[in-house]
């Protein structure tokens, strides 16, 4: 079992910026591959960005390249989403979620990839 709890979201005006943190407990935070979702409203979950077990690869959905920066701290057992030159088209319901499997498969972008997930946090962009 792992257990995710977001924080870091509320509401921000287009142009801001706001770290979103995910702290992990459980099981092994360091063999896990992390990724961030959203759930825009009306709109089913999509992908953001991950980042490999032991952080050396990471991943973005394109419309997030070069405004958000996934990272990990393995010693916190933590890993955030750094989103700059937020738009309004970013508002959603953020989450984290873990894949357990993460030194035997590659980093994956879809839902079913992630085994475990945290309860959201919104983000809400203001224009």
């Known amino acids: 079992q792992v257990q995710l709890v977001e924080s870091g979201g509320g509401l921000v005006q287009a142009g801001d910026s706001l770290r979103l943190s995910c702290a992990a407990s459980?099981?092994?935070?360091?063999?896990?591959?992390m990724g961030w979702f959203r759930q825009p409203p009306g709109k089913e979950r999509e992908f953001v960005a991950a980042?490999?077990?032991?952080?050396?690869?990471?991943d973005y959905e394109d419309s997030v390249k070069g405004r958000f920066t996934i990272s990990r701290d393995n010693a916190k057992n933590t890993v955030y989403l750094q989103m700059n030159s937020l738009k309004p088209e970013d508002t959603a319901v953020y989450y984290c979620?873990?894949?357990?499997?993460?030194?035997?498969?590659?980093?994956?972008?879809?839902?079913?990839?992630?085994?475990?997930w945290g309860q959201g946090t919104q983000v809400t962009v203001s224009s």
């Open positions: 979620a873990a894949d357990p499997r993460g030194m035997l498969t590659y980093l994956s972008r879809a839902v079913r990839g992630f085994e475990y």
């Open positions: 459980g099981r092994t935070f360091s063999s896990c591959h």
């Open positions: 980042i490999s077990w032991g952080g050396s690869v990471t």
